[in-house]
């Protein structure tokens, strides 16, 4: 037990020894301050030179790193050393990918550093951002911080540096021939479609590109665009406006798929040939035949019977219409008419003749009334309106005022007549008027008209439909009007 407690003594005396003698190494050793990339650390050394320091202090330096002071230098104390990494790039250009150091600043440099040559045309992307100013500050790389312990830091910080990518794809020339001009262009795209569009060439529907828009783009390809030329049509009331590259109307209408019918009207005709900003009129033009029809009235012939009472009729024969039909030839330009030409008119049918007879025999009749029993040989369906001497339209001192056209003087029981129809002298009996005598006539009393005559005194407002009763005997036969007249007519409710 004593033994172990020796052994225990002596190992602890050792460690003490041995921690004091690298403290006291330390100690005595010369404060160097390290600066790498903007991290300061500060070292004690018995290292004699800068190279000798910093392979102590575990900075590893390539070729391309830069050490101030000089690596051979003799360091003293509080000596500062200075060390700017090379940044690490990887570039990727021309079927190969290699690895450079460089101080570079800028993207142009780091690529003259790399022995690359770039050309305007070609496409330069710095950590997959495609990018255009090569004179730009490269991003500055990310370091891991200090805590306290150098050798922490220098273990990471190879790690933590963010190398930078630079990726390089070449430009190709193509020749493009456009129209009737040759150009080149040199591009980045993968194909011909997109090589056009980044150059700025506008294409449109009608134009032909060969090889096809999808073709991959290759050095020396040849590029030929067909240009189409715009121009417009009017057609069936719209205006297409569209592009071709077809050289007459009728192959150009015929791509568009409209078709013209050989009585339409194609303005410029089909063989003109198209030229930039053209309008092609078309006018539809379409002939019909049309058949109108106009009816040809029929004529009425009234026949005597002596034998069918008078005032009676009978249809012996109905009457129809004729039919006149005429052929015309219609053009149509567009829907509107522009012509109509008669080229034949003819009578389909022809019309029938009404015959009507009418009666012509007499027959008596009486009638009970408040004035007793009359006789009557005809009775008419008229108008009655009345008058008086003040209200027949005479003036007072006129010297018809109150007289009849036969000369009597005017009161109740006189009436006016369409002599015509009423024989002036004839006797004629009206229900609610009574009895009264045809001795006068009107200017407004024509046909089927009676004015029932009044006193002044005892003036009644007539205007209505009545039965007029002629009371017998009737006149001769031929001061008769056996068909009246339909004037007149009475409007039934």
Do not use: C
């Not at 719209?238 to 109307?249: D, F, L, P, S």
């Not at 003109?272 to 012939?301: C, M």
């Not at 015509?420 to 008209?449: E, F, M, N």
Request: hydrophobic letters at 40%; glycine letters at 8%.
């Amino acid at each position: 037990m004593l033994l172990r407690a020796r052994a225990w003594g002596v190992l602890l005396s050792v460690l003490a020894l041995a921690w004091f003698g690298i403290w006291a190494y330390r100690a005595t050793g010369v404060p160097v301050t390290i600066d790498v990339d903007g991290q300061r650390f500060v070292v004690h050394t018995h290292r004699a030179t800068v190279a000798d320091v910093l392979a102590g202090a575990g900075v590893h330096l390539y070729p391309e790193d830069t050490v101030y002071p000089a690596p051979h230098v003799h360091v003293r104390a509080d000596q500062e050393i200075v060390v700017r990494r090379a940044r690490l790039a990887q570039v990727e250009a021309d079927g190969r990918t290699w690895q450079v150091r460089t101080q570079a600043r800028t993207l142009r440099k780091l690529l003259d550093d790399a022995g690359v040559h770039v050309s305007p045309y070609d496409e330069v992307r710095l950590n997959g951002t495609l990018t255009t100013d090569l004179e730009a500050p490269l991003p500055v790389a990310s370091r891991a911080q200090t805590t306290g312990k150098a050798h922490r830091w220098l273990r990471r910080q190879r790690q933590d540096t963010d190398p930078l990518v630079i990726a390089i794809r070449r430009a190709v020339p193509i020749w493009v021939h456009d129209g009737g001009a040759t150009y080149v262009i040199h591009s980045t795209a993968s194909t011909v479609g997109e090589a056009l569009h980044r150059e700025g060439v506008t294409l449109y529907l009608g134009d032909l590109v060969r090889p096809a828009l999808g073709t991959p783009l290759t050095a020396g390809l040849h590029v030929y665009i067909a240009r189409s030329i715009p121009f417009s049509v009017r057609v069936d009331g719209r205006e297409i406006h569209t592009r071709t590259r077809q050289q007459t109307v009728a192959d150009a209408l015929a791509d568009l798929g409209i078709v013209v019918a050989g009585a339409d009207i194609v303005d410029p005709p089909l063989s003109a040939r198209i030229k930039p900003n053209l309008t092609v009129s078309i006018t539809r033009v379409r002939e019909t035949i049309e058949v109108e029809q106009d009816s040809i009235p029929y004529a009425t012939i009234w026949v005597p019977d002596d034998n069918l009472e008078i005032d009676r009729r009978r249809v012996d024969q109905a009457g129809q219409e004729g039919l006149t039909k005429r052929r015309y030839r219609v053009v149509y330009h567009d829907g509107r008419i522009v012509s109509r030409t008669l080229e034949d008119k003819w009578v389909a049918q022809e019309p029938i003749t009404r015959v009507v007879a009418y009666g012509r025999k007499i027959v008596l009749h009486t009638l009970k009334t408040p004035q007793g029993t009359i006789t009557y040989w005809r009775k008419i369906r008229m108008l009655a309106t009345s008058y008086s001497p003040s209200t027949a339209g005479v003036e007072p001192d006129d010297p018809y005022f109150g007289y009849t056209r036969l000369g009597w003087r005017m009161r109740k029981g006189v009436v006016a007549v369409d002599p015509t129809v009423i024989k002036l002298g004839s006797r004629v009996y009206v229900p609610g008027y009574g009895i009264g005598d045809a001795a006068d006539t009107g200017g407004l009393i024509r046909g089927r008209r009676i004015d029932l005559g009044f006193d002044d005194y005892n003036l009644e407002l007539w205007y209505r439909w009545v039965d007029v009763y002629l009371l017998a005997p009737p006149p001769p036969r031929y001061q008769i009007r056996w068909v009246l007249p339909d004037w007149p007519r009475e409007r039934r409710r």
